[in-house]
C-alpha cells in the first residue's frame, strides 16, 4: 500500500490547524466562562454583613435575631433596621419602624432621630413619585411643573419632622435645606415655606440662560433602574450611528448595551452581545486595544469598597464585530485584584498601540496594599505591567487618572487625582519602548499647594490657547451636602469645599489655579462628569453628576457653561438639567447626527434603595453656531487615534481663532465617543483643520473645510471622507410628538 506524502501533510496540516483553531476557541470560550464565574464567586462571599454596602445581609441577621425574641426591646437594633430599610428600599418598612419607637422612646432619643425618619419620609415620597411615576421633570431642581408630587404624604410628614428639628435646632443647614427641598415637591416654594426656615432665590435663574433641555431616557426605553456606574457612547458596530453601554458598580448589576436604530430608536442587545452575564463596574471606557478598528470595554471594579472586598478583577472585553464581546481579561495579563474605578488608555511610548494606566485605591485596611498599574501593550493581545520601573507606581487612594501632552513634548503625561489629598503631575521622559519613565514635576508645577481631597479629573484646552489645562474636583466634607448648599444659599461663609479647581497651563510646565476667577468656587461635589460644547462656540462647557453615598445628600446635578475661556456660567436651572438624585457616568454625544451635543447621565447611589433612572437630556439647540465632526483612524498612530490634537481654525464674526482637542473620551465615570464634535462659532467655512498623530507625530493639514458635516479622516491619507448619516427625530413617547428642531438643526 503506496502512502501520498503530500496529502499526509496536507492532512497534518489541516489537523493542526483545526485543533488550533479548536483551542483557540476553547480560550474563548473559557477566558469569558472563567470571569464570569470569578464574578458569581465574588459576589456569593461578598454578600455578608461584614460588607458595608451589602445591607440586605445585615437586615437578614438582624431580622433572625429578632426573630428569637429577645432583642424586641433594644431600641437601637430596630433603628437600625430601619435605617437598611431605606437602604434596600422598603420606604414604607422604614417609616414604620421609625413611627412605632417614636411612640416608644423618651423625646430626647427621639429628637435624635428625627434626620433619619425625616429622610425616610423624603425617600417614601421620591418612591412614590419620581420613581414609580417617573417623568421627565422628576426631581429636577427647582423642582416645578410634572415634577411637583401627585402623592403628597412623604413630603409632608416629611417638612413635619425638618420643622421639629429646627425649632430646637436652629442651625441645622442640612435639615433647613431638606426642607425646603420638600416644600418645593408640593409645589409651595417659596410661599409656604416658614419665613425663619426660608433658602431664598432656589428658584432663581442665573444672568447666563440657556434653552431648557429634555430628558428623554423614558421615551426611548433607555431609562435603566440600576446603582452607580458608568456609560460609553460610541460607535460599536462600525455603523456610523452612536451606541450606548452602561454598567452599576455592583458586582450583581449587570452591563446594558443599546444599539441604535438608526432611526431614532435603540435596541437592547445586552443579552445577545453576552454583556448582560459581565456583571459589576463602577466605570467602563471604550479603547481599541489591538488596533483592529472595532470599540473594546474595559471594565473597573472594587472602587469605594473596603475590608478587602474592593478586591475585584477589572475586564477587558475584546469587540468580536458580530455584535457579540469576549472577556479577554485572563489570556491579555490583565488579571488582577484591586479596587478601581479609574484608568487612561494613551500611547505612552509612541509606538503606534495604547496602553492603561490604573489608578488603584490604596485604603491601608485588610484589604492590603494597592499600587497603581502601566501595562504597555505588547502588540500580540497581551499587556506588562511596568509601573514600578517607570516611576508611576503610586500608592495613595486614588479616584481618577487622565492623560495629556502637557508639555506639548510630544509624549503623553499623567494626572493623578486622590482622596488623601496628594495630587501628582508624572512627566512622560519620552524613552520610548518598554523603558517607560515619568518624573513628578507636581512640586515644581505649582499644583501640589491644595493638599484637599479630590475625585473627578481631566485635562482640556477650555481657554484655547494650545496647552492643556487641567479640572481636578474638590470632594473635601466633613458635613451633609446639604449643609454645604444651603450655606452657599445664604452666602453664609464655608471653607473649599466640593468646588471646582481650574488650574491654567502657563506654557513653562507650571499651572495656575484660576478657579476664583474663572467663578468655580462653587459647592458642586461632583462624582461623574464630562465636558462637550453645548452651543457649539468652540468653547468646552462642564457637567457634573453629584453626590455621596448618604440619603440626605440631595443635591443638584450642574452645568456650567464656558465664557469664552475666561469664565464659567452656572445655568443649571434655565437648562433644566439639575438631577437631585445620585449622579455618575456622564457623556456629551451628539445622538441624532445634528452637529448638537446631548447629555447622557447613568443616574444612582450605591444601594439597591437608592437606585434611579438613567437621563437622556436632549439639547434644543442653543443658536445657530456649526460644527464639524472627525473620525480619526491612525495607521502610524494606534487605530483610534487616541491621543491625537486636533487644532481647528477659522474666522468667527471677523475674528481668527483655534479650537484645540484632543482625541480621547472626556472626563471621569463616563465616556463620551471618540469621535470628536467641535463647534466653530459663526464660522462659514473652515481655514485649516491641523491633526498631529498620536504616537508617530506626523503632522497634517486640511484647508478650507465646509462646516456641519462629518468626517472620516485616515493618517497620511489627504482626501477626507464625508460620512453620511441621517438626521435623528427623538419621538415623545406618549404623544409621539417629535423633538422640536432648531434653525440649526433644519
Not at 163 to 182: G, V, Y
Not at 460 to 471: A, E, K, L, Q, R
Not at 475 to 503: C, M, Q, R, S
Not at 656 to 676: A, E, H, I, M, T
Request: aromatic share 10%; hydrophobic share 35%.
Amino acid at each position: 500500500m503506496k502512502f501520498n506524502k503530500n496529502v499526509i501533510t496536507i492532512n497534518a496540516i489541516a489537523i493542526v490547524l483545526l485543533l488550533s483553531f479548536s483551542f483557540l476557541m476553547s480560550c474563548k470560550r473559557s477566558s469569558h466562562q472563567e470571569m464570569i464565574s470569578i464574578l458569581k464567586e465574588l459576589n456569593k462571599k461578598h454578600y455578608t454583613a461584614l460588607n458595608p454596602f451589602t445591607p440586605e445581609a445585615t437586615m437578614a441577621y438582624y431580622d433572625s435575631l429578632l426573630s428569637t425574641g429577645n432583642y424586641n426591646q433594644d431600641v437601637k437594633l430596630f433603628a437600625s433596621k430601619a435605617a437598611l430599610a431605606l437602604k434596600v428600599g422598603q420606604e414604607e418598612q422604614s417609616v414604620q419602624i421609625y413611627q412605632d419607637l417614636s411612640r416608644r422612646i423618651d423625646f430626647m432619643s427621639n429628637f435624635e432621630m428625627l434626620p433619619d425618619i425625616g429622610i425616610a419620609y423624603m425617600r417614601l415620597g421620591e418612591r412614590n413619585n419620581c420613581m414609580l411615576s417617573h417623568n421627565g421633570s422628576s426631581c429636577i431642581f427647582p423642582i416645578k411643573g410634572e415634577g411637583v408630587h401627585k402623592i403628597k404624604t412623604g413630603s409632608q410628614k416629611a417638612i413635619e419632622t425638618y420643622e421639629m428639628i429646627l425649632r430646637t435646632k436652629h442651625d441645622d443647614l442640612e435639615s433647613r435645606w431638606l426642607l425646603n427641598i420638600a416644600f418645593m415637591t408640593l409645589g409651595g416654594y417659596p410661599k409656604s415655606v416658614p419665613p425663619e426656615f426660608l433658602i431664598p432665590n432656589l428658584d432663581a435663574d442665573t444672568a447666563y440662560k440657556v434653552k431648557p433641555f429634555t430628558d428623554m431616557a423614558a421615551d426611548l426605553g433607555l431609562n435603566i433602574n440600576g446603582r452607580a456606574g458608568g456609560v460609553i457612547v460610541d460607535d460599536f458596530n462600525n455603523d456610523g450611528y452612536l451606541d450606548i453601554v452602561m454598567s452599576g458598580w455592583d458586582l450583581s448589576d449587570p452591563m446594558h448595551y443599546f444599539q441604535n436604530n438608526k432611526d431614532g430608536t435603540f435596541s437592547d442587545l445586552s443579552e445577545q452581545s453576552g454583556l448582560k452575564e459581565i456583571t459589576g463596574g463602577s466605570n467602563i471606557q471604550q479603547t481599541d486595544y489591538n488596533n483592529d478598528g472595532k470599540m473594546d470595554i474595559f471594565v473597573l471594579r472594587g472602587g469605594w469598597n473596603t475590608g478587602g472586598f474592593g478586591n475585584q478583577p477589572s475586564s477587558l472585553l475584546r469587540n468580536n464585530g458580530d455584535g457579540t464581546f469576549t472577556d479577554v481579561t485572563i489570556p491579555a495579563g490583565l488579571l488582577f485584584y484591586h479596587p478601581t474605578q479609574t484608568a487612561v488608555w494613551a500611547d505612552f511610548n509612541n509606538d503606534g498601540w495604547i496602553d492603561v494606566f490604573i489608578g488603584d485605591e490604596n485604603l491601608n485596611d485588610k484589604g492590603g496594599k494597592h499600587t497603581c498599574m502601566l501595562y504597555i501593550n505588547n502588540h500580540d493581545g497581551t499587556f506588562t505591567n511596568v509601573a514600578k520601573s517607570a516611576h508611576c507606581d503610586i500608592t495613595n487612594y486614588v479616584k481618577a487618572v487622565t492623560s495629556a501632552d502637557f508639555n506639548n513634548d510630544g509624549w503623553p503625561d499623567i494626572f493623578i487625582s486622590t482622596m488623601d489629598g496628594k495630587k501628582y503631575l508624572l512627566k512622560n521622559k519620552g524613552k520610548g519602548g518598554k523603558a517607560v519613565d515619568f518624573e513628578d514635576v507636581t512640586e515644581k508645577s505649582g499644583i501640589g499647594i491644595n493638599k484637599e481631597s479630590t475625585f473627578t479629573t481631566w485635562f482640556y484646552d477650555y481657554n484655547n490657547d494650545g496647552w492643556p489645562d487641567i479640572m481636578v474636583a474638590n470632594y473635601y466634607f466633613d458635613k451633609g451636602l446639604g449643609t454645604y448648599a444651603a450655606a452657599e444659599a445664604l452666602g453664609k461663609p464655608i471653607p473649599d469645599a466640593g468646588n471646582i479647581f481650574l488650574y491654567r497651563n502657563n506654557h513653562d510646565g507650571t499651572f495656575t489655579n484660576v478657579t476664583k476667577d474663572a467663578g468655580l468656587n462653587k459647592v458642586v461635589f461632583t462624582m461623574g462628569a464630562n465636558f462637550g460644547d453645548i452651543d457649539n462656540d468652540g468653547y468646552p462647557d462642564m457637567y457634573f453628576g453629584t453626590g455621596n453615598p448618604d440619603f440626605k445628600s440631595l443635591v443638584p446635578n450642574k452645568l456650567f457653561k464656558n465664557i469664552d475661556g475666561k469664565k464659567f456660567a452656572d445655568v443649571t436651572t434655565s437648562s433644566r438639567t439639575g438631577n437631585l438624585q445620585k449622579g455618575h457616568g456622564v457623556a456629551f454625544a451628539d445622538f441624532r447626527n445634528t452637529g448638537i451635543q446631548d447629555i447622557f447621565i447613568e443616574m444612582g447611589g450605591a444601594y439597591k434603595g437608592d437606585s434611579y433612572t438613567s437621563s437622556l437630556y436632549v439639547n434644543p439647540g442653543q443658536g445657530n453656531n456649526n460644527w464639524i465632526s472627525l473620525k480619526l483612524e491612525g495607521v502610524k498612530a494606534n487605530k483610534a487615534a487616541i491621543g491625537s490634537r486636533i487644532k481647528v481654525t477659522f474666522t468667527d464674526n471677523g475674528i481668527k481663532r483655534s479650537v484645540y482637542k484632543d482625541v480621547n473620551s472626556g472626563g471621569s465615570f463616563g465616556s463620551s465617543p471618540l469621535r470628536q464634535e467641535i463647534g466653530i462659532g459663526q464660522a462659514k467655512s473652515i481655514d485649516e483643520i491641523e491633526i498631529k498623530w498620536a504616537g508617530s507625530q506626523t503632522i497634517q493639514y486640511f484647508k478650507n473645510i465646509a462646516p456641519n458635516q462629518f468626517l472620516h479622516i485616515t493618517e497620511g491619507n489627504m482626501h477626507p471622507e464625508v460620512i453620511h448619516l441621517k438626521k435623528l427625530n427623538f419621538k415623545h413617547k406618549e404623544t409621539s410628538m417629535q423633538m422640536p428642531m432648531s434653525a440649526s438643526m433644519k
